[in-house]
């Protein structure tokens, strides 16, 4: 995400650049916390409640990034592809939603 930060903008002051890549390193390790705090003091309905929505968050923001960043930009292919249709990508789409609900019912 810092070198994408990078390259959409390469002007940027080294301060700021410093900031956004901390604030980007120490995100991860900050939720991993909060979501250990969270799961340690909840039980029963409170805990399967908090769980689900933070799973849906989390496919939600998987959903996004797949269809915005890598389905539609994708990837411009060297020769005609058969598969580099709307409809395949859809159908991608469709089965790793497929796939993470399977998953997620097996959990």
């Given at each position: 995400m810092g070198i994408a930060l990078l390259r959409m903008i390469p002007k940027r002051p080294l301060i700021a650049t410093v900031a956004y890549s901390?604030?980007?390193?120490?995100?991860?390790p900050v939720g991993v916390g909060i979501g250990i705090a969270?799961?340690?003091?909840?039980?029963?309905?409170t805990a399967d409640?908090?769980?689900?929505?933070?799973?849906?968050i989390a496919c939600g923001v998987f959903m996004y990034?797949?269809?915005?960043?890598?389905?539609?930009?994708?990837?411009?292919?060297?020769t005609n592809n058969h598969?580099?249709?709307?409809?395949?990508?859809f159908l991608?789409?469709?089965?790793?939603?497929?796939v993470i609900a399977i998953v997620?019912?097996?959990d």
């Open positions: 901390l604030a980007f390193a120490i995100s991860s969270i799961d340690s003091t909840t039980q029963g309905r409640w908090i769980y689900a929505i933070s799973m849906s990034v797949a269809i915005n960043h890598l389905i539609s930009k994708g990837f411009n292919p060297q598969f580099d249709t709307p409809a395949f990508k991608a789409v469709l089965s790793g939603v497929a997620m019912i097996w």
